[in-house]
């Protein structure tokens, strides 16, 4: 063997190893076809039917007539496919800039919270001169309260994104506007459905290009801090002392970039139980940062030193766990606008790109560039982006916005092969808002320990969806533990994986399958799990509970559909016989009028 052999042996010895996940485009079987040139995307489940559904904004001032100009809501139909319920909901009054035209679209950001805690998620959308709330009526519809609740905005203000935050812990959701062309906007919630403006925390209000604002407890004293995405100016981070008051400590914390900041991503990328940020920029204007949190309220950027400072026009960006390791990756959109220049000259079109975390292969730091074997390279103008479990089959899929074309879904076609697996959480505050917003979420599974920030920021999104963890080969989380806004703290131990519960503030441990009204769902066993031919379900249930039970296969087509009654007994089985279907992984999902449970089962040769 020569030299040369032998150092091509030791390099591919040292290169990761783990194969790609591909993802598979999916957008016109899903029935998104007939939607195109959109600002934001935002989901959450706001019919309460177990799935996470879809609003996208609109990019142009409403045209009636023109498919290209509205708003939509998306209903998931839990089989892979949604609904477009816009006018049904109540959204056909479609909003129209009549007043200064705007640059970069009139319609702009999604924000889902449940301002009203009534268990139903509300939307504010952010515009143009004009904003918007709409109420969740509860039965599939949503009246516009934005007169009422004093939250119109005004009409030189053009806004781009909002946030949904507790400022002040009082249960209750309080709202900050990012707005581009003045004074930020900020509101405290009164609890009776009405707001009023912060003008005891004028700083607050400062006179940014603001694109993105974020929440988190960086002060670490249980109340949330702000993080402002500025463009051309220097970020900036906003302290919140006890609710009392606001200190600028952007320099003091060292997250004060100087870019033009326009997305914003909070996540714990090396597993040290400290939130990092990432902030994209224009690269050929200003590297993008990667804030690692040292701890103490103190950050250092590490982009450049991992190779994630290049998104290149970067706007929408997640971190999330794509391939089930433990570790979470990164994936930002851009996208030029029209004939723009940076130092005279113009700005390229780049694809997307996609950093797979090398964290748990390696045991070091670390990320590689895997847009291209993951499909996710596209070079069409995006700027929303959200990531979610469309599917319901426990892995997370990808949604793009984009202005000139229809939005992208993405379907992630993760294999289980029993190193894959996951759990979901999705909270429900009492002490704390409904929305659990502000929430932190820790588990330990096979050696691990997670952390995951429940906030739900977007570019121009805020989403209410559920806390997601891949956990690799481990099959029993040992301990999960629920640091609630409120400053309650929950512990629960050997739960299953590959399932998603719901967890309610102050829920005991048997309560893990509530519903959002507390009732009792529990004690859904399959055995055998895996198996070859036929699989049986036992529910534990009060006698007479009707039931409906789905199962649906990896790529989320319904198979079969029963509605059952529960036996004096309490205690339902019924089986399956899968007969020629084929191997793999199925979901199964039970629903009854007070709520759903869902999980996987697995089908062997």
């Not at 994104?161 to 581009?180: E, K």
């Not at 930020?184 to 009023?196: A, M």
């Not at 400053?487 to 509530?514: M, P, R």
Request: negative net charge.
């Amino acid at each position: 063997m020569n030299h040369l052999s032998a150092l091509i042996i030791l390099l591919f010895g040292l290169l990761p190893t783990a194969s790609a996940q591909p993802f598979t485009q999916v957008n016109l079987a899903a029935g998104l076809g007939h939607i195109s040139d959109n600002n934001g995307v935002a989901v959450a489940d706001y019919d309460r039917d177990g799935d996470e559904d879809i609003f996208l904004t609109g990019y142009h001032s409403f045209v009636e007539g023109a498919d290209s100009t509205w708003n939509r809501l998306m209903r998931n139909e839990g089989d892979g496919t949604f609904t477009d319920v816009t006018v049904g909901a109540g959204f056909a009054d479609q909003f129209v800039n009549t007043l200064v035209r705007a640059s970069l679209g009139e319609k702009m950001g999604a924000s889902w919270g449940d301002y009203d805690n009534d268990g139903y998620p509300d939307i504010y959308l952010s515009n143009s001169r004009k904003d918007q709330l709409y109420r969740n009526n509860g039965d599939g519809t949503f009246t516009d309260v934005s007169v009422s609740a004093y939250l119109a905005g005004c009409d030189d203000c053009y806004s781009s994104g909002a946030l949904w935050f507790d400022h002040d812990r009082d249960g209750d959701l309080d709202l900050y506007v990012s707005v581009l062309n003045g004074p930020n906007l900020s509101y405290e919630n009164l609890g009776d459905g009405t707001f009023k403006v912060m003008n005891s925390h004028p700083l607050l209000f400062g006179s940014n290009i603001t694109w993105t604002t974020a929440a988190l407890d960086i002060g670490k004293d249980g109340f949330l801090d702000l993080y402002l995405a500025n463009d051309t100016e220097a970020n900036q981070c906003y302290a919140n002392v006890s609710g009392v008051h606001y200190n600028e400590t952007g320099l003091a914390y060292r997250v004060a970039d100087e870019g033009a900041g326009m997305g914003i991503a909070i996540g714990d990328y090396n597993n040290d139980g400290e939130f990092d940020i990432y902030v994209t920029n224009i690269y050929n204007h200003h590297p993008n940062p990667l804030y690692r949190n040292t701890g103490n309220r103190r950050y250092e950027d590490v982009a450049e030193q991992l190779g994630v400072d290049n998104t290149g026009w970067g706007w929408g960006v997640q971190f999330f766990d794509s391939d089930h390791d433990g570790d979470e990756d990164l994936l930002a959109v851009n996208g030029p606008v029209s004939k723009q220049y940076i130092k005279g000259i113009e700005q390229p079109e780049e694809p997307h790109y996609f950093f797979r975390n090398t964290l748990i292969e390696t045991g070091r730091e670390g990320f590689v560039d895997q847009a291209a074997e993951t499909g996710l390279d596209r070079l069409e103008r995006a700027r929303g982006l959200e990531v979610f479990d469309y599917d319901n089959d426990g892995d997370l899929d990808v949604l793009i916005a984009n202005v000139e074309s229809t939005p992208f879904l993405f379907r992630n076609d993760l294999v289980n092969e029993g190193d894959k697996n996951w759990l979901q959480v999705r909270l429900e505050g009492t002490k704390s808002n409904r929305s659990a917003y502000g929430t932190e979420v820790r588990i330990k599974a096979g050696g691990q320990t997670l952390y995951r920030w429940h906030h739900g920021t977007g570019f121009f999104a805020q989403s209410l969806k559920p806390v997601h963890f891949g956990i690799g080969a481990a099959t029993v989380i040992e301990e999960l533990q629920v640091t609630w806004l409120s400053g309650e703290v929950e512990t629960f131990y050997d739960i299953s994986a590959n399932q998603t519960i719901s967890l309610t503030e102050g829920a005991a441990l048997t309560d893990l399958g509530e519903d959002r009204n507390g009732s009792r769902l529990s004690g859904i066993t399959p055995y055998p799990n895996p198996f070859r031919k036929e699989v049986a379900l036992e529910f534990e249930l009060p006698a007479g509970t009707e039931l409906t039970l789905e199962l649906f296969s990896a790529s989320g087509r319904r198979i079969r559909s029963t509605r059952e009654t529960i036996p004096g007994s309490g205690t339902l089985l019924t089986t399956w016989n899968a007969g020629s279907q084929p191997a793999g992984v199925y979901r199964y999902r039970a629903t009854t009028d007070d709520g759903i449970i869902s999980g996987t089962i697995i089908k062997t040769e």
